[in-house]
């Protein structure tokens, strides 16, 4: 068995989930072109941004395995292709096409932008793109911002938005996937809690409030997780889109995630699978969150905690790679996991 990942050389939160999950469940039977260096350990990460925390010099170096894209005649040869950024990879799938089999292809798509490509930006604008394959059309393709206006993008907006706004069923061949976070960084153990919320707050309301610094705080992974452990909750909340690493990052280290307008968040866009007062608190603003807090007993509070923790085993790097291929290629060679 054999698997070809597509890379490009940023960070790219979705595209890392899926690299680090592959290379943990098969090792060195995953090929990468190019090799992306920032995830193995003793990497140049000075530019990565959050100071390259959670994923980032994650992996072994002794799991890297290369692959020569000139091989192309190579291509039809493995067992799984992976596109992990149809944006910033459609010249390549272009070049590829030809070799592609759509039972041994997947795309990534892990834009903040809910447009499925290449129906947004200079691709929209461009009429060469209007007539380009679809990759949609072809190809599985795993989305996690996925909005009202995916499916308005799909009609060119000639659609009002609001006639998807409750749509019961995705797109043909859209899935929707999420992060994950690496199977290691999830506690085995609740740590004391010694204090209320954690360091690093993204809502500005709730950071003024209780009187909270701005910007990345910690420049150690240690010292962020060590904070997070301390805390018992964690202030999360849209920002370009739904889905955020900080989501995982706080629940993995035994944070109760407290959600800004949850409520609000489309059905089948990441993150999922977190339901208000199960397992996590959804707020609309300061004093909202402060009453939902101070009504929690001691016994309600680590409830949630406990779901908290059950919530994010199924995130796990490896989860969401067995979550895709299983949704993806039933028989043979991924069914038994």
Not at 280 to 309: A, F, M, R
Not at 312 to 330: C, G, R, S, Y
Request: positive net charge.
């Amino acid at each position: 068995m054999k698997i070809l990942v597509i890379n490009h050389p940023q960070e790219d939160y979705l595209a890392d989930t899926i690299i680090i999950g592959l290379k943990l469940l098969f090792g060195k039977k995953v090929y990468e072109f190019p090799v992306k260096e920032i995830l193995y350990q003793n990497s140049d990460i000075s530019k990565v941004r959050g100071n390259g925390f959670t994923y980032y010099q994650y992996l072994s170096p002794d799991l890297i395995q290369s692959f020569d894209i000139q091989n192309i005649d190579q291509v039809p040869f493995f067992d799984l292709i992976v596109f992990t950024s149809i944006y910033r990879q459609y010249d390549l799938f272009q070049q590829l096409f030809p070799c592609l089999n759509p039972q041994k292809t997947l795309i990534l798509d892990g834009e903040d932008k809910p447009n499925v490509f290449p129906y947004a930006g200079k691709y929209w604008k461009n009429p060469l793109y209007w007539f380009a394959k679809k990759p949609h059309q072809y190809f599985p393709y795993y989305k996690r911002e996925i909005t009202p206006k995916t499916y308005q993008s799909l009609y060119f907006k000639l659609v009002p938005e609001t006639f998807f706004q409750n749509p019961q069923k995705l797109p043909n061949n859209i899935f929707p996937i999420s992060f994950g976070i690496p199977d290691s960084k999830i506690i085995t153990q609740i740590p004391k809690k010694t204090k209320l919320f954690t360091e690093h707050i993204v809502d500005e309301e709730v950071k003024q409030k209780i009187g909270k610094k701005s910007g990345y705080i910690f420049t150690k992974e240690s010292e962020y997780y060590q904070d997070l452990q301390q805390s018992q909750f964690g202030i999360t909340t849209k920002r370009a889109g739904w889905d955020c690493l900080r989501h995982y990052e706080l629940a993995a280290n035994g944070c109760v995630l407290c959600f800004k307008n949850l409520t609000l968040k489309p059905k089948f866009c990441a993150p999922h699978d977190l339901i208000p007062n199960v397992n996590c608190i959804s707020y609309t603003n300061y004093q909202d969150l402060i009453n939902q807090i101070d009504k929690l007993s001691e016994k309600d509070y680590e409830n949630l905690l406990k779901n908290t923790l059950e919530w994010i085993k199924t995130k796990k790097v490896t989860h969401i790679v067995k979550q895709v291929l299983n949704t993806f290629h039933q028989d043979l060679i991924f069914e038994r996991l």
